[in-house]
Protein backbone atom coordinates (compact mmCIF):
# COMPACT_ATOMS: atom_id res chain seq x y z
CA UNK A 1 0.00 0.00 0.00
CA UNK A 2 1.67 3.34 -1.14
CA UNK A 3 2.12 6.10 1.51
CA UNK A 4 -0.88 8.32 -0.76
CA UNK A 5 -3.24 5.65 -0.05
CA UNK A 6 -2.63 5.23 3.53
CA UNK A 7 -2.65 9.04 4.01
CA UNK A 8 -6.15 8.90 2.24
CA UNK A 9 -7.56 6.55 4.42
CA UNK A 10 -6.27 8.40 7.52
CA UNK A 11 -7.89 11.39 6.56
CA UNK A 12 -11.49 9.10 5.82
CA UNK A 13 -11.07 7.66 9.07
CA UNK A 14 -10.83 10.81 11.11
CA UNK A 15 -12.81 13.00 9.54
CA UNK A 16 -16.07 10.62 8.11
CA UNK A 17 -18.68 12.02 6.01
CA UNK A 18 -21.49 11.90 8.01
CA UNK A 19 -23.47 15.36 7.09
CA UNK A 20 -26.11 12.50 4.95
CA UNK A 21 -26.32 10.61 8.00
CA UNK A 22 -27.15 13.64 10.56
CA UNK A 23 -29.33 15.30 8.14
CA UNK A 24 -31.52 11.99 7.50
CA UNK A 25 -31.45 11.17 11.17
CA UNK A 26 -32.85 14.90 11.97
CA UNK A 27 -35.40 14.61 9.14
CA UNK A 28 -36.74 10.93 10.60
CA UNK A 29 -36.56 12.52 14.01
CA UNK A 30 -38.87 15.18 13.15
CA UNK A 31 -41.32 13.11 11.29
CA UNK A 32 -41.80 10.80 13.54
CA UNK A 33 -41.63 12.58 16.92
CA UNK A 34 -44.32 14.84 15.30
CA UNK A 35 -46.53 11.92 14.48
CA UNK A 36 -45.87 11.20 17.88
CA UNK A 37 -46.87 14.51 19.47
CA UNK A 38 -49.85 14.51 17.29
CA UNK A 39 -50.91 11.14 18.38
CA UNK A 40 -50.59 11.98 21.59
CA UNK A 41 -53.35 14.50 21.07
CA UNK A 42 -55.64 12.18 19.36
CA UNK A 43 -58.31 9.69 21.06
CA UNK A 44 -55.77 6.93 22.14
CA UNK A 45 -52.34 8.17 23.28
CA UNK A 46 -51.79 4.96 25.56
CA UNK A 47 -50.85 3.37 21.66
CA UNK A 48 -48.21 6.01 21.06
CA UNK A 49 -46.95 5.48 24.95
CA UNK A 50 -46.20 2.26 24.39
CA UNK A 51 -44.27 2.34 21.23
CA UNK A 52 -42.56 4.89 22.89
CA UNK A 53 -41.58 3.06 25.69
CA UNK A 54 -40.77 -0.02 23.30
CA UNK A 55 -38.28 2.12 21.10
CA UNK A 56 -37.06 3.66 24.22
CA UNK A 57 -36.32 0.02 25.19
CA UNK A 58 -34.87 -1.48 21.92
CA UNK A 59 -32.58 1.75 21.20
CA UNK A 60 -31.38 2.29 24.39
CA UNK A 61 -30.28 -1.47 24.16
CA UNK A 62 -28.33 -1.10 20.88
CA UNK A 63 -26.54 2.14 22.16
CA UNK A 64 -25.47 0.12 25.54
CA UNK A 65 -24.77 -3.39 24.20
CA UNK A 66 -22.33 -1.88 21.15
CA UNK A 67 -20.90 0.09 24.06
CA UNK A 68 -20.83 -3.16 26.12
CA UNK A 69 -19.10 -5.01 22.81
CA UNK A 70 -16.40 -2.53 23.57
CA UNK A 71 -15.37 -2.82 27.00
CA UNK A 72 -15.49 -6.45 26.73
CA UNK A 73 -12.92 -6.46 23.91
CA UNK A 74 -10.97 -4.45 26.25
CA UNK A 75 -11.20 -5.93 29.23
CA UNK A 76 -10.53 -9.47 27.52
CA UNK A 77 -7.32 -7.66 25.75
CA UNK A 78 -8.92 -8.65 22.01
CA UNK A 79 -7.33 -6.32 19.42
CA UNK A 80 -9.24 -8.12 16.41
CA UNK A 81 -12.21 -6.08 16.21
CA UNK A 82 -9.90 -2.79 16.35
CA UNK A 83 -10.91 -1.26 13.23
CA UNK A 84 -14.70 -1.55 14.23
CA UNK A 85 -14.85 -0.47 17.78
CA UNK A 86 -15.42 2.95 17.34
CA UNK A 87 -18.90 2.28 15.22
CA UNK A 88 -19.79 0.55 18.53
CA UNK A 89 -18.46 3.18 20.98
CA UNK A 90 -20.61 5.57 18.41
CA UNK A 91 -23.92 3.92 20.73
CA UNK A 92 -22.35 6.96 23.77
CA UNK A 93 -23.69 9.93 21.81
CA UNK A 94 -27.35 8.08 21.95
CA UNK A 95 -27.37 7.97 25.81
CA UNK A 96 -28.68 11.73 26.35
CA UNK A 97 -31.59 11.09 24.42
CA UNK A 98 -32.11 8.45 26.01
CA UNK A 99 -32.04 9.66 29.48
CA UNK A 100 -34.48 12.56 28.14
CA UNK A 101 -36.46 9.90 26.88
CA UNK A 102 -36.95 8.10 30.01
CA UNK A 103 -38.07 11.07 31.49
CA UNK A 104 -40.89 11.62 29.13
CA UNK A 105 -41.49 8.45 29.32
CA UNK A 106 -42.16 9.82 32.95
CA UNK A 107 -45.01 12.14 31.98
CA UNK A 108 -46.81 9.25 30.37
CA UNK A 109 -47.03 6.67 33.33
CA UNK A 110 -50.32 7.27 33.81
CA UNK A 111 -50.85 5.21 30.28
CA UNK A 112 -48.50 2.59 30.76
CA UNK A 113 -48.09 0.94 33.88
CA UNK A 114 -51.08 -0.73 35.41
CA UNK A 115 -50.10 -0.68 39.11
CA UNK A 116 -50.47 3.09 39.41
CA UNK A 117 -54.32 3.18 38.77
CA UNK A 118 -54.35 -0.36 40.20
CA UNK A 119 -52.10 -0.57 43.18
CA UNK A 120 -50.56 -4.14 43.63
CA UNK A 121 -50.10 -5.01 47.36
CA UNK A 122 -48.77 -8.14 46.63
CA UNK A 123 -45.27 -6.33 45.65
CA UNK A 124 -45.71 -3.86 48.58
CA UNK A 125 -43.48 -0.85 48.31
CA UNK A 126 -41.68 -1.97 45.09
CA UNK A 127 -43.93 -0.53 43.01
CA UNK A 128 -45.27 2.97 43.73
CA UNK A 129 -44.13 5.95 41.56
CA UNK A 130 -41.37 7.46 43.56
CA UNK A 131 -39.50 4.71 44.35
CA UNK A 132 -39.68 2.91 40.64
CA UNK A 133 -38.95 6.18 38.81
CA UNK A 134 -35.71 7.34 41.46
CA UNK A 135 -34.62 4.44 41.20
CA UNK A 136 -34.69 4.05 37.38
CA UNK A 137 -33.30 7.11 36.99
CA UNK A 138 -30.33 6.58 39.51
CA UNK A 139 -30.08 3.43 37.59
CA UNK A 140 -29.19 4.85 34.38
CA UNK A 141 -26.70 7.44 35.40
CA UNK A 142 -25.13 5.09 37.06
CA UNK A 143 -24.77 3.16 33.70
CA UNK A 144 -24.31 5.98 31.35
CA UNK A 145 -21.88 7.65 33.46
CA UNK A 146 -19.73 4.32 33.59
CA UNK A 147 -20.33 3.86 29.55
CA UNK A 148 -19.52 7.86 29.11
CA UNK A 149 -16.24 7.27 31.45
CA UNK A 150 -15.25 4.33 29.65
CA UNK A 151 -15.29 5.87 25.63
CA UNK A 152 -13.85 9.20 27.00
CA UNK A 153 -10.69 7.13 28.36
CA UNK A 154 -10.73 5.04 24.84
CA UNK A 155 -11.02 8.52 23.14
CA UNK A 156 -8.02 10.50 24.80
CA UNK A 157 -5.33 9.43 22.91
CA UNK A 158 -6.73 9.41 19.74
CA UNK A 159 -8.15 13.10 20.31
CA UNK A 160 -4.63 14.06 21.64
CA UNK A 161 -2.87 12.92 18.38
CA UNK A 162 -5.49 14.58 16.37
CA UNK A 163 -6.16 17.82 18.20
CA UNK A 164 -3.80 19.94 16.00
CA UNK A 165 -5.36 18.91 12.24
CA UNK A 166 -9.03 19.95 13.54
CA UNK A 167 -9.87 23.65 14.59
CA UNK A 168 -13.17 25.35 15.59
CA UNK A 169 -16.02 23.92 17.64
CA UNK A 170 -14.46 20.31 16.92
CA UNK A 171 -11.28 21.77 18.84
CA UNK A 172 -13.08 22.64 21.37
CA UNK A 173 -15.03 19.75 21.94
CA UNK A 174 -11.51 17.74 21.95
CA UNK A 175 -9.91 19.95 24.62
CA UNK A 176 -13.27 19.47 26.68
CA UNK A 177 -12.94 15.84 26.47
CA UNK A 178 -9.20 15.60 26.98
CA UNK A 179 -9.32 17.44 29.94
CA UNK A 180 -5.76 17.68 31.50
CA UNK A 181 -4.73 15.27 29.10
CA UNK A 182 -1.01 16.05 27.51
CA UNK A 183 0.16 12.26 25.93
CA UNK A 184 3.18 11.62 28.40
CA UNK A 185 3.76 8.25 28.50
CA UNK A 186 2.61 7.97 32.52
CA UNK A 187 -0.81 9.95 31.45
CA UNK A 188 -0.93 7.26 29.22
CA UNK A 189 -0.44 4.11 31.48
CA UNK A 190 -2.64 6.18 33.61
CA UNK A 191 -5.50 5.68 30.81
CA UNK A 192 -5.17 2.58 30.52
CA UNK A 193 -4.89 1.68 34.22
CA UNK A 194 -8.22 3.14 34.14
CA UNK A 195 -9.29 1.53 30.93
CA UNK A 196 -8.60 -1.72 33.16
CA UNK A 197 -10.95 -0.91 35.90
CA UNK A 198 -13.97 0.98 33.78
CA UNK A 199 -14.18 -2.22 31.32
CA UNK A 200 -15.11 -4.96 33.79
CA UNK A 201 -17.16 -1.95 35.75
CA UNK A 202 -19.17 -1.74 32.58
CA UNK A 203 -19.61 -4.96 32.23
CA UNK A 204 -21.13 -5.92 35.68
CA UNK A 205 -23.08 -2.54 35.83
CA UNK A 206 -24.15 -3.30 32.41
CA UNK A 207 -25.85 -6.71 33.59
CA UNK A 208 -26.96 -5.28 37.01
CA UNK A 209 -28.67 -1.60 35.95
CA UNK A 210 -30.65 -3.37 33.10
CA UNK A 211 -31.84 -5.94 34.93
CA UNK A 212 -33.47 -3.06 37.19
CA UNK A 213 -34.64 -1.73 33.87
CA UNK A 214 -36.16 -4.70 32.77
CA UNK A 215 -38.06 -5.37 35.91
CA UNK A 216 -39.43 -1.86 36.30
CA UNK A 217 -40.04 -1.41 32.76
CA UNK A 218 -40.99 -4.38 31.39
CA UNK A 219 -41.92 -6.96 33.59
CA UNK A 220 -43.74 -4.60 36.02
CA UNK A 221 -46.12 -3.75 33.35
CA UNK A 222 -47.97 -7.64 34.31
CA UNK A 223 -47.20 -6.88 38.04
CA UNK A 224 -48.25 -10.40 39.23
CA UNK A 225 -45.79 -11.97 37.08
CA UNK A 226 -42.50 -13.13 37.94
CA UNK A 227 -39.34 -14.90 36.16
CA UNK A 228 -35.63 -13.89 38.28
CA UNK A 229 -34.32 -14.83 34.47
CA UNK A 230 -36.09 -11.88 33.11
CA UNK A 231 -33.63 -9.15 33.75
CA UNK A 232 -30.42 -11.26 31.71
CA UNK A 233 -33.49 -12.35 28.72
CA UNK A 234 -33.70 -8.79 28.46
CA UNK A 235 -30.11 -7.35 28.63
CA UNK A 236 -28.53 -10.07 26.76
CA UNK A 237 -31.20 -9.81 23.72
CA UNK A 238 -29.94 -5.92 23.99
CA UNK A 239 -26.27 -7.80 23.24
CA UNK A 240 -27.37 -8.98 20.43
CA UNK A 241 -28.83 -6.12 19.02
CA UNK A 242 -25.66 -4.01 19.99
CA UNK A 243 -23.89 -7.29 17.99
CA UNK A 244 -26.18 -6.96 15.01
CA UNK A 245 -26.35 -2.99 14.52
CA UNK A 246 -22.38 -2.76 14.68
CA UNK A 247 -22.50 -5.23 11.78
CA UNK A 248 -24.72 -3.29 9.66
CA UNK A 249 -22.55 -0.63 10.77
CA UNK A 250 -19.22 -1.97 10.17
CA UNK A 251 -20.78 -2.74 6.17
CA UNK A 252 -21.94 0.61 6.08
CA UNK A 253 -18.55 2.49 7.08
CA UNK A 254 -16.40 -0.03 5.35
CA UNK A 255 -18.12 1.31 2.04
CA UNK A 256 -18.10 4.74 2.96
CA UNK A 257 -14.61 5.12 4.22
CA UNK A 258 -13.42 2.82 1.95
CA UNK A 259 -11.69 0.66 4.48
CA UNK A 260 -11.88 -2.61 2.53
CA UNK A 261 -7.76 -3.01 3.22
CA UNK A 262 -8.23 -2.84 7.25
CA UNK A 263 -12.04 -4.45 7.57
CA UNK A 264 -11.24 -7.95 6.03
CA UNK A 265 -13.41 -11.02 5.93
CA UNK A 266 -11.95 -11.98 9.39
CA UNK A 267 -13.88 -9.19 11.18
CA UNK A 268 -16.96 -10.43 9.24
CA UNK A 269 -16.11 -13.86 10.59
CA UNK A 270 -15.61 -12.83 13.82
CA UNK A 271 -18.62 -10.90 14.34
CA UNK A 272 -20.63 -13.55 12.32
CA UNK A 273 -19.72 -15.82 14.72
CA UNK A 274 -20.69 -13.64 17.75
CA UNK A 275 -23.89 -13.36 16.10
CA UNK A 276 -24.63 -16.96 15.73
CA UNK A 277 -23.38 -17.36 19.25
CA UNK A 278 -26.08 -14.98 21.16
CA UNK A 279 -28.62 -15.99 18.75
CA UNK A 280 -28.42 -19.02 20.22
CA UNK A 281 -28.19 -17.66 23.91
CA UNK A 282 -30.90 -15.75 23.28
CA UNK A 283 -33.33 -19.21 22.45
CA UNK A 284 -31.36 -20.45 25.14
CA UNK A 285 -32.52 -18.18 27.77
CA UNK A 286 -36.11 -17.78 26.68
CA UNK A 287 -36.40 -21.84 26.65
CA UNK A 288 -34.67 -21.55 30.45
CA UNK A 289 -37.93 -19.70 31.11
CA UNK A 290 -40.40 -21.57 29.22
CA UNK A 291 -39.43 -24.95 31.32
CA UNK A 292 -39.51 -23.79 34.44
CA UNK A 293 -43.04 -21.99 33.81
CA UNK A 294 -44.03 -24.65 32.18
CA UNK A 295 -43.01 -27.52 35.06
CA UNK A 296 -44.32 -25.20 37.80
CA UNK A 297 -48.05 -24.77 36.17
CA UNK A 298 -48.55 -21.74 38.26
CA UNK A 299 -51.51 -19.52 36.63
CA UNK A 300 -49.95 -16.46 37.40
CA UNK A 301 -46.36 -17.84 35.70
CA UNK A 302 -48.38 -19.26 32.85
CA UNK A 303 -50.61 -17.29 31.88
CA UNK A 304 -47.81 -14.43 30.70
CA UNK A 305 -46.00 -17.16 28.47
CA UNK A 306 -49.21 -18.15 27.03
CA UNK A 307 -50.70 -15.38 26.16
CA UNK A 308 -48.13 -14.79 23.85
CA UNK A 309 -47.31 -18.20 22.67
CA UNK A 310 -51.21 -19.23 21.57
CA UNK A 311 -54.16 -17.21 20.49
CA UNK A 312 -53.95 -13.59 18.76
CA UNK A 313 -50.28 -13.13 19.60
CA UNK A 314 -49.42 -16.37 18.37
CA UNK A 315 -48.18 -15.50 15.18
CA UNK A 316 -46.23 -12.79 16.38
CA UNK A 317 -44.45 -15.28 18.67
CA UNK A 318 -43.42 -17.12 15.64
CA UNK A 319 -42.28 -14.44 13.50
CA UNK A 320 -39.96 -13.50 16.38
CA UNK A 321 -38.56 -17.09 16.73
CA UNK A 322 -37.89 -17.51 12.98
CA UNK A 323 -36.11 -13.99 13.27
CA UNK A 324 -33.92 -13.95 15.94
CA UNK A 325 -33.51 -17.71 16.43
CA UNK A 326 -33.97 -20.39 13.39
CA UNK A 327 -32.93 -17.96 10.38
CA UNK A 328 -29.59 -16.28 11.88
CA UNK A 329 -29.19 -19.85 13.33
CA UNK A 330 -29.18 -21.47 9.71
CA UNK A 331 -27.79 -18.36 8.03
CA UNK A 332 -24.76 -17.88 9.82
CA UNK A 333 -23.72 -21.17 10.56
CA UNK A 334 -21.95 -20.98 7.25
CA UNK A 335 -18.38 -19.57 6.71
CA UNK A 336 -19.20 -18.23 3.37
CA UNK A 337 -22.68 -16.20 4.48
CA UNK A 338 -20.27 -14.86 7.66
CA UNK A 339 -17.90 -13.55 5.15
CA UNK A 340 -19.75 -12.02 2.45
CA UNK A 341 -21.21 -8.83 3.30
CA UNK A 342 -24.83 -9.17 1.19
CA UNK A 343 -25.35 -12.72 2.95
CA UNK A 344 -24.11 -11.27 6.29
CA UNK A 345 -26.09 -8.45 6.21
CA UNK A 346 -28.70 -9.98 5.23
CA UNK A 347 -29.20 -12.22 8.49
CA UNK A 348 -28.04 -9.57 10.88
CA UNK A 349 -30.59 -7.12 9.82
CA UNK A 350 -33.22 -10.02 9.91
CA UNK A 351 -31.97 -10.59 13.61
CA UNK A 352 -31.94 -6.97 14.38
CA UNK A 353 -35.89 -6.64 13.70
CA UNK A 354 -36.24 -9.97 14.83
CA UNK A 355 -35.07 -8.60 18.61
CA UNK A 356 -37.53 -4.95 17.74
CA UNK A 357 -40.48 -7.87 17.68
CA UNK A 358 -39.45 -9.73 20.19
CA UNK A 359 -39.47 -5.84 22.83
CA UNK A 360 -43.15 -5.36 20.61
CA UNK A 361 -44.05 -8.73 22.08
CA UNK A 362 -43.29 -8.52 25.75
CA UNK A 363 -44.79 -4.95 26.12
CA UNK A 364 -47.77 -5.16 23.98
CA UNK A 365 -49.69 -7.92 25.63
CA UNK A 366 -50.07 -7.20 29.04
CA UNK A 367 -51.44 -3.81 28.20
CA UNK A 368 -53.55 -5.02 25.43
CA UNK A 369 -55.91 -7.92 24.41
CA UNK A 370 -55.29 -7.87 20.54
CA UNK A 371 -51.81 -7.18 18.26
CA UNK A 372 -52.57 -3.45 16.25
CA UNK A 373 -49.81 -2.59 13.63
CA UNK A 374 -50.23 0.22 11.86
CA UNK A 375 -48.98 3.66 10.92
CA UNK A 376 -48.62 4.61 14.72
CA UNK A 377 -46.03 1.87 15.28
CA UNK A 378 -43.96 2.50 12.54
CA UNK A 379 -43.72 5.96 12.92
CA UNK A 380 -42.93 6.57 16.40
CA UNK A 381 -40.33 3.58 15.62
CA UNK A 382 -38.86 5.62 12.59
CA UNK A 383 -38.74 9.21 14.87
CA UNK A 384 -36.50 6.39 17.33
CA UNK A 385 -34.46 5.32 14.64
CA UNK A 386 -33.75 8.81 13.23
CA UNK A 387 -33.10 9.72 16.87
CA UNK A 388 -30.26 7.09 16.98
CA UNK A 389 -28.88 8.09 13.66
CA UNK A 390 -28.55 11.50 14.40
CA UNK A 391 -26.34 10.59 17.69
CA UNK A 392 -24.43 8.47 15.41
CA UNK A 393 -23.81 10.63 12.94
CA UNK A 394 -22.89 13.90 14.91
CA UNK A 395 -20.10 11.35 16.70
CA UNK A 396 -18.47 10.61 13.74
CA UNK A 397 -18.40 14.39 12.45
CA UNK A 398 -16.88 14.71 15.94
CA UNK A 399 -14.66 11.94 16.53
CA UNK A 400 -12.24 9.52 13.99
CA UNK A 401 -14.60 6.34 13.59
CA UNK A 402 -11.30 4.62 13.09
CA UNK A 403 -8.40 4.88 15.79
CA UNK A 404 -5.13 6.79 14.06
CA UNK A 405 -3.52 4.78 16.17
CA UNK A 406 -5.16 1.34 15.16
CA UNK A 407 -4.47 2.33 11.01
CA UNK A 408 -1.08 2.82 11.74
CA UNK A 409 -0.40 -0.12 13.73
CA UNK A 410 -2.68 -2.49 11.12
CA UNK A 411 -0.64 -0.79 8.04
CA UNK A 412 2.34 -1.35 9.31
CA UNK A 413 2.68 -4.71 10.59
CA UNK A 414 0.37 -5.99 7.76
CA UNK A 415 -1.93 -8.36 10.18
CA UNK A 416 -5.01 -7.54 11.14
CA UNK B 1 15.47 -42.04 12.51
CA UNK B 2 13.67 -43.47 9.45
CA UNK B 3 10.19 -43.81 8.49
CA UNK B 4 10.25 -40.44 6.90
CA UNK B 5 11.30 -39.87 2.84
CA UNK B 6 14.36 -38.23 3.58
CA UNK B 7 14.49 -33.95 2.88
CA UNK B 8 15.27 -31.14 4.84
CA UNK B 9 14.42 -30.35 8.57
CA UNK B 10 14.83 -26.59 9.74
CA UNK B 11 14.33 -24.81 13.05
CA UNK B 12 12.77 -21.07 13.58
CA UNK B 13 13.37 -18.85 16.48
CA UNK B 14 11.53 -16.14 14.95
CA UNK B 15 7.63 -16.50 13.98
CA UNK B 16 8.71 -13.92 10.91
CA UNK B 17 11.52 -15.80 9.52
CA UNK B 18 9.17 -19.25 9.81
CA UNK B 19 6.71 -17.96 7.97
CA UNK B 20 8.72 -16.07 5.29
CA UNK B 21 10.24 -19.67 4.58
CA UNK B 22 7.04 -21.17 4.37
CA UNK B 23 5.82 -18.46 1.75
CA UNK B 24 8.73 -18.78 0.37
CA UNK B 25 8.62 -22.91 -0.32
CA UNK B 26 5.10 -22.02 -1.08
CA UNK B 27 6.56 -20.27 -4.20
CA UNK B 28 8.81 -22.50 -5.19
CA UNK B 29 5.73 -24.89 -5.48
CA UNK B 30 6.33 -27.44 -2.12
CA UNK B 31 3.45 -28.46 -0.83
CA UNK B 32 3.26 -31.48 1.65
CA UNK B 33 5.72 -30.15 3.86
CA UNK B 34 5.23 -30.20 7.92
CA UNK B 35 5.70 -27.26 9.98
CA UNK B 36 5.50 -27.60 13.92
CA UNK B 37 4.89 -24.83 16.23
CA UNK B 38 4.57 -24.91 20.42
CA UNK B 39 1.90 -22.83 20.47
CA UNK B 40 -1.19 -21.73 17.84
CA UNK B 41 -0.51 -19.32 16.02
CA UNK B 42 -1.79 -17.10 13.76
CA UNK B 43 0.65 -15.88 11.05
CA UNK B 44 1.78 -19.33 10.44
CA UNK B 45 -1.31 -20.47 10.35
CA UNK B 46 -2.26 -17.54 7.34
CA UNK B 47 0.94 -18.53 5.52
CA UNK B 48 0.53 -22.05 5.62
CA UNK B 49 -3.21 -21.70 4.34
CA UNK B 50 -4.80 -25.09 4.64
CA UNK B 51 -7.94 -25.41 3.55
CA UNK B 52 -11.24 -25.60 5.71
CA UNK B 53 -11.01 -28.35 7.96
CA UNK B 54 -13.66 -31.31 6.94
CA UNK B 55 -13.86 -31.99 10.35
CA UNK B 56 -16.64 -29.43 10.89
CA UNK B 57 -18.94 -31.44 8.78
CA UNK B 58 -18.58 -34.25 11.24
CA UNK B 59 -19.70 -32.08 13.81
CA UNK B 60 -22.62 -31.40 12.07
CA UNK B 61 -23.72 -34.35 11.08
CA UNK B 62 -23.38 -35.78 14.60
CA UNK B 63 -25.00 -32.72 15.95
CA UNK B 64 -28.12 -33.79 13.86
CA UNK B 65 -28.13 -37.42 14.12
CA UNK B 66 -28.04 -36.53 17.92
CA UNK B 67 -30.90 -34.19 18.07
CA UNK B 68 -32.88 -36.68 15.85
CA UNK B 69 -31.95 -39.35 18.20
CA UNK B 70 -32.70 -37.26 21.20
CA UNK B 71 -36.85 -36.43 20.24
CA UNK B 72 -37.47 -39.82 18.97
CA UNK B 73 -36.07 -41.56 21.97
CA UNK B 74 -37.98 -39.85 24.49
CA UNK B 75 -40.63 -39.73 22.79
CA UNK B 76 -40.86 -42.99 21.76
CA UNK B 77 -39.73 -44.39 25.07
CA UNK B 78 -42.72 -42.52 26.72
CA UNK B 79 -45.28 -43.85 23.76
CA UNK B 80 -43.90 -47.47 24.83
CA UNK B 81 -44.41 -47.42 27.96
CA UNK B 82 -47.34 -44.38 28.68
CA UNK B 83 -47.08 -43.09 32.33
CA UNK B 84 -48.41 -39.66 33.24
CA UNK B 85 -46.26 -37.84 34.91
CA UNK B 86 -47.11 -34.18 36.85
CA UNK B 87 -50.80 -34.69 35.10
CA UNK B 88 -48.75 -33.44 31.84
CA UNK B 89 -49.09 -34.36 28.45
CA UNK B 90 -47.69 -38.33 27.91
CA UNK B 91 -45.38 -37.12 25.21
CA UNK B 92 -44.47 -33.80 26.64
CA UNK B 93 -41.76 -31.91 23.72
CA UNK B 94 -40.90 -28.68 26.11
CA UNK B 95 -39.21 -31.11 28.71
CA UNK B 96 -37.67 -33.15 25.74
CA UNK B 97 -35.63 -30.58 24.09
CA UNK B 98 -33.19 -30.88 27.40
CA UNK B 99 -32.57 -34.40 25.76
CA UNK B 100 -32.34 -33.43 22.56
CA UNK B 101 -29.86 -30.72 23.50
CA UNK B 102 -27.37 -33.20 25.42
CA UNK B 103 -27.70 -35.85 22.22
CA UNK B 104 -26.32 -33.17 20.29
CA UNK B 105 -23.46 -31.95 22.01
CA UNK B 106 -22.55 -35.59 22.98
CA UNK B 107 -23.14 -37.17 19.26
CA UNK B 108 -21.24 -33.78 18.21
CA UNK B 109 -18.71 -34.46 20.55
CA UNK B 110 -18.21 -37.80 19.62
CA UNK B 111 -18.75 -37.11 15.71
CA UNK B 112 -16.05 -34.06 16.07
CA UNK B 113 -13.33 -36.93 17.94
CA UNK B 114 -13.94 -39.41 15.39
CA UNK B 115 -13.53 -37.08 12.63
CA UNK B 116 -10.43 -36.01 14.00
CA UNK B 117 -8.95 -39.46 14.33
CA UNK B 118 -9.95 -40.13 11.09
CA UNK B 119 -8.81 -37.77 8.91
CA UNK B 120 -5.34 -37.86 10.66
CA UNK B 121 -5.04 -41.07 10.04
CA UNK B 122 -6.11 -40.48 6.25
CA UNK B 123 -3.63 -37.43 5.77
CA UNK B 124 -0.81 -38.24 8.19
CA UNK B 125 2.36 -38.84 6.48
CA UNK B 126 5.81 -39.21 8.62
CA UNK B 127 7.98 -36.53 8.44
CA UNK B 128 11.28 -36.38 10.92
CA UNK B 129 11.19 -34.08 14.45
CA UNK B 130 12.84 -32.55 17.13
CA UNK B 131 12.35 -32.57 20.16
CA UNK B 132 12.54 -28.55 20.77
CA UNK B 133 9.77 -28.10 18.45
CA UNK B 134 7.40 -29.11 21.49
CA UNK B 135 9.30 -25.97 23.29
CA UNK B 136 10.80 -22.78 22.20
CA UNK B 137 11.52 -23.60 18.44
CA UNK B 138 8.91 -23.61 15.37
CA UNK B 139 10.07 -26.36 12.78
CA UNK B 140 9.50 -26.94 9.50
CA UNK B 141 10.07 -30.91 7.42
CA UNK B 142 10.32 -30.51 3.54
CA UNK B 143 10.31 -33.83 1.93
CA UNK B 144 12.43 -33.97 -0.99
CA UNK B 145 14.91 -35.77 -3.53
CA UNK B 146 18.60 -35.46 -2.36
CA UNK B 147 19.23 -32.83 -5.70
CA UNK B 148 17.01 -30.41 -4.51
CA UNK B 149 18.31 -30.49 -1.27
CA UNK B 150 20.71 -28.24 -1.15
CA UNK B 151 18.21 -25.15 -2.83
CA UNK B 152 15.91 -25.43 -0.02
CA UNK B 153 18.56 -25.73 2.97
CA UNK B 154 19.76 -22.51 1.54
CA UNK B 155 16.53 -21.27 1.08
CA UNK B 156 15.73 -21.53 4.88
CA UNK B 157 19.29 -20.24 6.44
CA UNK B 158 18.44 -17.31 3.85
CA UNK B 159 14.97 -16.68 5.44
CA UNK B 160 16.69 -17.01 9.14
CA UNK B 161 16.46 -20.21 9.97
CA UNK B 162 18.93 -21.07 13.40
CA UNK B 163 19.58 -24.66 12.23
CA UNK B 164 19.14 -26.64 9.00
CA UNK B 165 19.75 -30.41 8.68
CA UNK B 166 19.47 -32.82 6.02
CA UNK B 167 17.73 -36.07 7.25
CA UNK B 168 17.77 -39.51 5.49
Known sequence: ?416 | MSGHPGGVLGAFRQIDAATDAVRELKEMGYEDFTVYSPVPNHEIELAVGHKVSPVRMWTLLGGLAGVTTGFWMSLWMSYDWPLVVGGKPIGSVIPYVVIAFELTVLFGAIATLAGVVFHSWRTAKPAAFDGRFTDDMIGIFVPCRPDRRNAVKSLMESSGAAEVRLEA
Open chain 1, 1 to 416: MSAHDRDAMYQRGTDAPARGLVLLGAALAVVGLGLFAFLLTGDDPGRAWRMFLINFLYFTGIAMGGILFAAIQKATKARWAGSIIRFAEAGVAFLPISLICFLVIFLGRDHLFPWIEHPTPARGQWLTVSWVFWRDLVALLVLFGVAAAFVRNNLKPDLYQLKEHVSGWRRTVYDRVLGGYSGTAEEEAAVDRRLSILAPAMILVYAYMLTVIAFDLVMSLAPYWLSNLFGAFFFMGAFLTGLTMLGVLTVYWRGKLGLTAIITPHQFHDLGKLVFGFSVFWAYLMYSQLLVIWYGNLREETSFVFFRLWGEWQPIAIVVGLMVFLIPFWGLIWVKAKITPVTFTLFVIISLLGVWLERYLLVQPSLIETPVFGLPEVGVSVGFLGLFLLAHGLFARTFPMVSPRWVARALETGHH
